[in-house]
């Protein structure tokens, strides 16, 4: 089994940055992918930025590029998830999640083998 936790959510007005960490342990795998995903009330949870070690590649969804920032620390399973200039419509649960994905696949949540709890981002307008 493999243990996902995230931290590093809170409240911030528009305009701020948080930073979000989340670190996967246990039975971890090399060739892993690592994505943060979010979801706001009534909405399906969507795909925000994901990367890759063994491919060297990331991806982050239109509405977030040039403000958020997917890093991280292959030998530690640890990623990060740098927002910047956040907006309120970036409201939402955020999940980070594991797994071996096929990059093509890297947007959908199915695809992931291991989530953490979630934890909470809420900007202010």
């Known amino acids: 089994q493999v243990q996902v936790v995230e931290s590093g959510g809170g409240l911030v007005q528009a305009g701020g940055s948080l930073r979000l960490s989340c670190a996967a342990s246990g039975r971890t795998f090399s060739a892993s992918t690592m994505g943060w995903f979010r979801q706001a009330p009534g909405k399906e949870r969507e795909c925000v930025a994901v990367i890759s070690w063994s491919r060297g590649s990331t991806y982050y969804l239109d509405s977030v590029k040039g403000r958020f920032t997917i890093s991280g620390d292959n030998a530690k399973n640890t990623v990060y998830l740098q927002m910047n200039s956040l907006k309120p419509e970036d409201t939402a649960v955020y999940y980070c999640?594991?797994?071996?994905?096929?990059?093509?696949?890297?947007?959908?949540?199915?695809?992931?083998?291991?989530w953490g709890q979630g934890t909470q981002v809420t900007v202010s307008s």
């Open positions: 999640g594991y797994g071996s994905i096929w990059w093509r696949r890297r947007e959908y949540a199915d695809e992931y083998d291991y």
